[in-house]
């Protein structure tokens, strides 16, 4: 399951997602607390998804592929996203290497090599659709190596620092 | 009739020209650029040869070349480039190729904007106030006489280029001076003439428009008349069959006096006599378009005629084959001008690639264009993308039956004007016909809603959408997406 | 008027209906099966609700239900389904929701093709010979004589089925007995009755029906005739409008007398009366059609009426609000049958994933579809795809309108029968509108290519398609490159 | 350049095919000697091309996705072609790692783990495009290790077999 502040324009909605088992497509959502079901054609090429169904409303639109508006009847949303449960997230992998928890970019370095650092000491920052992720340190250790570079865009998984 | 024509050309009327030429048994040669290489009309012709010249479409030497080499006997220019020029006309009858449109001597007597007026009005017609300005350059003193003649507001145009670019309007004396230099320099890179004139300025108006067609043996029909009041940059976003503005006494005069005028020219081929409709009623001439207009099909829908073929039988010396009284005008026809630009961005052009185009269907509805999904639509040329039109009974039904087509029209990869259009529909005076050339000036584009139901159906969407995008781990950045996406439209997994 | 019609039925039909209640203000609730989930009139609804029951569209109780849940204040059955079900229809009146069609009671005199001949037959009007079977086991001896009554060939069909699936032709007497037992079985499958007759065939013929609207004020008029004498497994594979086997004077006759006819079963609504005609050019009736047809769209193109909206407006209650003498017939109309079928396989269905979907546009040309690129063609359901429609002054504009539409009509994912259909154009006798029931038995599909250019000219473009796939290394194993790539149309490149 | 024979229902051309410089999309063909000039779009993605240009003939078809048939103009051709080059084509590394020349399917495998090859055996047989092209050994050694089976689709460059 997952919790996310999605503002529409001036609004915010406090929302949870959970993919329903078995069904392709279809998510139960809460959003403010109020139950909705939404049907997704192409769940499988989210850059493709241009129609849902929200329970039994059908809707076209066009996601701007930066995610920060969409098109809906003909008017244009700004929209943002923050992940209540991404931020400060912990990494991946249980050695030293820290993997991107989410595709996005990197915002801020916050070591160097061969920089001791604190277990849950924050390591760099990955902005994600407009909101910011402090990448922290499983553990404590030396920085032995920085794969990425401020402004570089990150794959899922994509390894950013080694620690020792 | 013709074997071959070349279409001088492209978009949306270069296809449009090709669907009548394959209806009528004729081969067509379409021409294209680098950069309309993927265009539907080079898709649909029979033969289709590239421009390599920096004129591109206006190349005449280029398109004859091609036309000979290719063994047309006849040449389209659709409206635009080659359309309405005299020259082109004459050296295409030398080389013994048809041009489709009026004769030489037609179109330079038209295109004159001046000495059309001239003809008009002393044949006791009304037109605009106007004075010509001689060439080179002017004394201010003799400059601003020549204005209060006219009187103000008035506009500075190009004697040959008429309504449309190159156009200064002057509300006061003082701008005049800096208006007529600035006007001069544009109509001298336009249209390589800086010939001007002063023309007094009729606001509020209608723009109105009859069509006409004129064979080779004096027979001459109209279509009934156009409405095109609703214009952005000298663009009609809007036209619409018949002219709301108008009572049907009205129309009647205005038809016989379209072609009468049309007579004083000894007209030919199709065209459209435009007039401006003062608060008053009264009918002013501007000017005659000399050529197909991308507004046609509006005439076609309530008219029942095929005005290309029309063209072309004229142009093969054919006979109309049918008189006024065999023209049945019925229903109401309206065309919105969908054109690649972002509403939210004042209206820049928005090139790119088009992924998902979905045209609206059903019954009266049309779409002209030249897009396709796959198709690139290029930052060089005209922004427009496709002509919807759509007919019903009665104007409200024509104006339901727009909302729902807009509604169904779907355009990805590139932003178009079509949420401007849908709200202009749904605006109570525009529903009511109730409009004049001030509307856009109004207009304001809504960007708001107040639905608070799609706003929480959205925000659940959106929520989802986002889960499934963080869920594929894939790159966010947005060139990677732009090209990529498009491209690996038809990219095999690896 | 209505504020919420519920469309039990799926596919092109749907979309149809969603057009004009749109148009009219009329919301729209759609229902769907997993298999249709991403069909345009999914999209296209301002509601939408999945069937999970195994009757899926014919599903009566849960229609209901959705429609009570939902409110809806009429439910339109499309045709086929819950079109022509008596039952149903009673059990939406009862429920305050109301039937789009004839009155139940109509709907029942009509389904009955035995009793609805009778009817005909005693107002003295031509119908095909025909005897009715009792139900139950029948003895070989009654059997042969009313065989022998009706003469042969004849063909045996279901009472409640009509023309159309489960019917069976018999040449000779040997074979009688076996095609009344599959006749039977085959009823008492599709319409849960195996209620039999026998009708003498009238071969060679053509079909010809005529286009009915009738409202409850008693004013019922007629929007022509129409031909579709071109079947391949009792399907019309092209209907055109009006019948080029009849001459004018026909033409009256058979308008008067299919309004006769209709007046005797008191009809309401839209329907289509239907007739055989022989070599002699004699009428004979068949029956009636109690709902909108697959073919509706040609007889709106002649008539400029749009039917749905008619046939909603007569359900609500209200006038027809135009005479005959309103109604003008103009022009030709024709439609192809666009089937999702492999026209080099058998015509076997080929269901897939939509991956290019180009639909032909231009003056009076229309596509009734339920696709776009990315919709999932099904295999559970009728093949048709697309109603191409056209419209021309004359049959030869009309011909010539459809092959370029042909032309430009594209589709690759599935297997279309565009290919017969251009054929068909193509053949002389068709163009010449000299066909009958028989064309397509004699009908042979074409399938070499005699254009040595374009052989070579293939030649040349395989070579390239095959370096080039060459070059780019992929696997090509064809299973995961048709799903692969049509699913790929939308992949991001890693 | 590239040599084909390229066979169009029961009629057999010589084609030569070879890009042109600098110009994306464009190709110089001979068919049976005869030079044409071939325009494709998207010649970045093969299996997307549904028209082309012939010298200033435009043709819209639609390719069987393999390359058995193509439509054109409501005809559809059985087509087949044979690669005068890659018959019996060299590996591509010069090492002992054989990698696949082209795209296709493994047909037969001539060798075992172990054997001894001498260079220009043919270690299998790879399909493509209903052709077989034999795969050899570049050099004399022994078969270390055989990544691929009989029937598995294989992508161009793909390891196959390795010889030390």
Known sequence: ?164 | MFKKILIANRGEIAVRIIRTCREMGIATVALYTVADRDSLHVRLADEAMQLHSAERYGAADEVLAVARQLGVDAIHPGYGFLAEEADFAERCAQAGITFVGPSPAVIRSLRNKVEAMDVVKRAGYRVPLYAELPEGELDEAYLAQRAEEVGYPLVVKSARGGRGRGARVVITPERLAEAVATARREAEMIYGDDHLYLERVIAPSHYVVVQILADAHGNMVHLGEREGSLLRHNQKLIEESPAPSLQDEQRQALWRMALDIAHLFHYQNTGAVEFLVDSAGNFHFTEVKARIQIEHAVSEMVSDVDIVREQIRIAAGEALGRSQADIHLSGWAMQCRVNAEDAWNDYLPSPGLISRFRLPQGPDVRVDTYGYVGCEIPLRFDPLLANLIVKADTRDACVQRMRRALQEFRVVGVQTNLPLHMQILHDEKFAAGDYDTRFMTNFRFETKCRDEEVRQDLAAMVAVAYTLRRRIGKSQTPERIQTGWHRSARRLPV
């Open chain 1, 1 to 164: 399951m997952n919790k996310l502040s999605v503002t529409i324009d001036d609004k915010t909605f406090e929302v949870e997602v959970s993919a329903q088992q078995g069904t392709a497509g279809e998510f139960s959502v809460y959003v403010d607390g109020e139950p909705l079901m939404v049907y997704v054609p192409d769940a499988d090429t989210p850059e493709a998804v241009d129609w849902m169904i929200v329970d039994n409303r059908p809707y076209e639109m066009v996601f701007a592929t930066d995610m920060r508006s969409v098109q809906l009847e003909g008017l244009r949303h700004n929209i943002q996203v923050r992940d209540r449960e991404t931020r400060g997230v912990r990494p991946i992998s249980g050695d030293g290497r820290i993997k991107a928890p989410i595709p996005g970019l990197i915002a801020r370095i916050n070591v160097e090599p061969e920089q001791k650092v604190e277990a849950g000491q924050t390591v760099l920052v990955l902005e994600a659709m407009k909101m910011e992720n402090e990448i922290r340190a499983a553990k404590a250790g030396v920085v032995r190596q920085i794969h990425v570079k401020p402004g570089q865009t990150v794959v899922l998984h994509e390894a950013l620092v080694e620690i020792e």
